[in-house]
């Protein structure tokens, strides 16, 4: 019996008393003598009995687990998020059910129902690069679940938010590559269905706009991953026309835009700028260090699950669907030039 997780049918077994007798003394219930409490303890030291907290929370009529849905968790970005989530989760005694879609629609619908079936407090979700429909989190709200998007949302659905300034800090990088002297800003970009994608490309065009720059679709590609960069940035600059700077999407874009320019020959940042988007850990140990847009992920996710908890707690009638921007911030390092 000591091989396997104990339960107090086990216990009741070995002491061939009823599970409800073990149940009540384990509670110190006054009708269950002395000498009974004794055996049951003893039992419970010898097999190291814990009680299954989440049996006892359903019977409760509550599970206290919060569900967690991300697209992957090996991103700094999100990885950041969900310390952020934690710190708020284990504070409240809630416990977190992370599942990842992996960026495919058909593993977050199927992880959206693994969140119905473990009857979940409420969801935190952040949307895969496939996911066009949105049914799967309708359900989920058809059943009274409390959910939060953060910084991939699904627009059509109202719901509780929080989002970065994903535009105002693609317009503070460009204009800062535009203020150091760049005059050819190529911009390595994320699908336009995704929410960060648009707002990022449009505050990059923004930018161009107000600095009198042309916006040249030679020099945008949809390139958000790391070997897709290695492949279109010696395209970019084969053309005839090449880039002094490239503001990328996110970091490890930036990480192998690095990568492919010094492999081509080029000095960073004196031939060729590069800025990414996140902050992440991979900003700092590229050569030369990556100068980057901060998204303060931990933040994010401290505010998307506080958010959570006062739907949770307060009356569902009293509904009105938040957005909550977090504000960005421009972190200089030595893969772009001074300021003029």
């Known amino acids: 019996m000591a091989s396997k997780q104990i339960t107090i049918k086990d216990i009741a077994r070995e002491l061939n008393i009823s599970p409800s007798t073990v149940s009540r003394a384990l509670k110190d219930h006054p009708d269950i003598s002395q000498p009974t409490k004794d055996k049951i303890n003893a039992l419970v030291e010898k097999y190291h009995y814990k009680p299954n907290a989440m049996a006892l929370n359903l019977r409760q009529g509550k599970s206290n687990v919060i569900g967690v849905i991300i697209p992957e968790i090996v991103h700094h970005f999100f990885s950041s998020v969900i310390s952020g989530i934690e710190e708020v989760v284990q504070a409240k005694g809630y416990s977190v059910m992370l599942c990842q879609s992996s960026e495919l629609y058909e593993r977050e619908v199927l992880n959206s129902k693994v969140m119905l ?72 970009s994320a699908s336009q269905q995704l929410q960060i994608g648009y707002q990022r490309k449009r505050g990059y065009i923004s930018a161009l706009e107000k600095n009198r720059m042309e916006v040249d679709d030679d020099i945008i590609a949809h390139c958000d991953k790391f ?113 003029l």
């Open 117 to 188: 079936g473990s009857r979940v407090e409420g969801v935190l979700a952040s949307i895969s690069k496939e996911t066009l429909k949105f049914g799967h989190f309708e359900d989920l709200m058809h059943q009274n679940i409390p959910l939060v998007f953060f910084d991939r949302i699904a627009p059509p659905l109202e719901t509780d938010r929080v989002v970065v300034d994903d535009y105002n800090g693609a317009f503070k990088a460009t204009e800062y590559l535009i203020k150091t002297g760049c005059k050819r800003i190529a911009h390595l």
């Open 227 to 339: 070997e897709k960069a290695l492949e279109i940035v010696p395209q970019m600059m084969a053309l005839p026309n090449p880039p002094d700077a490239i503001f990328c999407v996110n970091d490890l874009t930036g990480a192998a835009t690095i990568k492919a320019l010094k492999k081509l020959g080029y000095r960073i940042p004196e031939d060729v700028s590069v800025i990414g988007f996140t902050d992440g850990l991979v900003s700092t140990v590229t050569d030369p260090a990556l100068t980057t847009i901060s998204q303060h992920g931990f933040h994010i996710g401290r505010r998307a699950a506080e958010i959570l908890f006062k739907r949770i707690e307060e009356d569902k009638s009293k509904f009105k669907a938040h957005t909550e921007v977090i504000p960005t911030e421009l972190v200089i390092r030595e893969s772009t030039k001074s300021m």
